[in-house]
């Protein structure tokens, strides 16, 4: 029977260890992890977004600050309140929610955090330190809930071939890098697929795991899927379907049914990756806490 690999049963299992290091970080080093979300205008998704993370840091003893910027905030306000909380010393963690507003330039307000607070792994520092392995980072929370997922599901990716369909700056490539680094979970060999390869369905074949990020409705279907692979689905798309009382549906990268069976694991959309994004976000909100006290719980 075909593994179902369930995000939120595993993000259960993380957050309650989670919770632990929280109360450790408490009575035995006196503090509090802090996690600063950072909204800039009024998009209905990145207020659902950065509501779900604030409430879920919460719910883990984690203390979180929300601040919210109208959409005309300038990109030197918004600088300024970036460099306040760098300075904030009961902050660990800062998320500013993307994407900003079209006048504001991402790549320079990502850079005006602090590394040791960029808990979002987006800093070019963060990137290049995941990909030279060395000194302390923080993993971007998607794709290292993909290899949290691998893992815990009993599928350690060293020694496999990991297709990664995508290179994104926030999934792909990410996920390549977490999966080929020299460490646990680590150790695969990896290829990275995108619009421009030639015959997808060949390479997606040759996948012991295969790890799809495109953004494409149930683009991989059972045929591009080797016999017994695992298959993990980052993608998180809206489909219209009348038969719905909202209209439409949501659903992953993969057709689900048709992969499954062919698939030895497979997680599902929803409730495969989407719920680990968030959990990571709190395991690096812990450890950023953890390593500002010189603790390695
Ligand atoms: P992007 O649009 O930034 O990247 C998509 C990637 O897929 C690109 O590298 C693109 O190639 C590649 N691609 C697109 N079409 C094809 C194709 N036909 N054949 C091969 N490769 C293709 O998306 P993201 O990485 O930001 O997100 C990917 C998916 O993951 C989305 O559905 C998103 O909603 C979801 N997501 C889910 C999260 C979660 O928490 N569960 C978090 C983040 C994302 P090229 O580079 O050549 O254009």
Redesign the pocket.
Known sequence: MTQIISGRDISTEIRAELREKVSVLKSDYGVTPGLATVLVGSDPASQMYVGMKNKAAQAMGIHSEQLTLETETSEEELLGAVEELNGNPEIHGILVQLPLPDHIDEARVIEAIDPSKDVDGFHPISVGRLATGSGDYFAPC?PAGVVEMLVRSGHDPAGKHVVV????N???KPAAALLMRKAVGGNATVTI?????KD?AAVTRTADILVV????PE?ITGDMVAEGSVVID????RVDDETREKGYRVCG?VLFDEVKVKAAAISPVPGG??P??ITMLLANTVKSAGISVGSVV
């Open positions: 998607t369909v995508g290179r994104s926030i999934v792909g697929a995108h619009s421009r390869t997808l990020a495109m953004g494409r683009m980052v993608g998180t798309n990268d990756v989407g680990m994004t």
